[in-house]
């Protein structure tokens, strides 16, 4: 089995009249995004989008590409 890739994820808290919680977004997979009450859960459910988003990536021939250095934490 190989090690799973890893991408830089994005959270963002979501407006009120957008439900509130927190949304996470994957930067080098378009399309890629979760949410969650709390960033803690958007992050954890993420990594099921993202596996879902390589697996269709995989069926559909489309690159799945190297996970990105260029965000900075802090």
């Not at 190297?66 to 802090?74: E, I, T, V």
């Amino acid at each position: 089995m190989t090690r799973p890739l890893r991408f830089s994820v994005v959270v963002s808290p979501l407006a009120p009249e957008d439900g509130g919680g927190f949304l996470a977004t994957v930067p080098d997979l378009p399309g890629c995004m979760s949410d969650g009450e709390t960033p803690q859960q958007a992050i954890s459910n993420v990594q099921d989008a993202i596996e879902s988003w390589i697996e269709a990536a995989h069926e559909t021939g489309r690159p799945i590409p190297q996970p990105s250095r260029h965000l900075n934490a802090g």
